[in-house]
């Protein structure tokens, strides 16, 4: 009974959710376009583009989410990131140059806890409760009223 009412509660929560996007809003689910810095740029591209300096090495993705957390991220391309939300394109040289460092791949990118691990979190919560749910019925039907 417990996992069909839980059942039904996502239904209704993906059925009535709205979009969201880059970790705005109240929804449920959230899709759309994220950045994630990776580092400052190095001294040598500073050189070639002196505006490197106010901006950062980043990834800009496609992403899709369940309680803000990606569930799924594609698409992922080297920016500048130049604020929260703004990015800009980096020249061909310069993303060729970065492209070879191991220390600017998107796996070096700064995800917190809940945007990088929660996708796995929630699926062990929701097998533990449903675990938990499962035996806890199983136990209540082992016992018999006193006559």
């Given at each position: 009974m417990f996992i069909r009412q839980l059942l039904i509660i996502l239904a209704l929560s993906l059925f009535?959710?709205?979009?969201?996007h880059a970790k705005r809003g109240l929804a449920i689910i959230n899709t759309?376009?994220?950045?994630?810095?990776?580092?400052?740029?190095?001294?040598?591209?500073?050189?070639?583009?002196?505006?490197?300096?106010?901006?950062?090495?980043?990834?800009?993705?496609s992403h899709f989410g369940i309680f803000w957390?990606?569930?799924?991220?594609?698409?992922?391309?080297?920016?500048?990131?130049?604020?929260?939300?703004s990015y800009g394109d980096l020249p061909p040289n310069i993303?060729?140059?970065?492209?070879?460092?191991?220390?600017?791949t998107l796996s070096k990118a700064k995800r917190g806890f809940w945007n990088h691990y929660a996708f796995p979190t929630l699926l062990f919560l929701i097998a533990a409760f449903a675990l938990f749910a499962y035996f806890r019925k199983g136990s209540e039907e082992g016992v018999s009223e006193p006559a």
């Open positions: 009535f959710a709205a979009p969201a759309g376009d994220e950045l994630f810095e990776v580092a400052e740029f190095p001294e040598e591209v500073i050189k070639i583009a002196p505006g490197a300096r106010t901006a950062k090495i980043g990834y800009k993705c957390a990606d569930i799924w991220t594609w698409d992922c391309k080297m920016v500048a990131v130049t604020g929260e939300n993303a060729s140059m970065l492209d070879t460092n191991p220390a600017y």
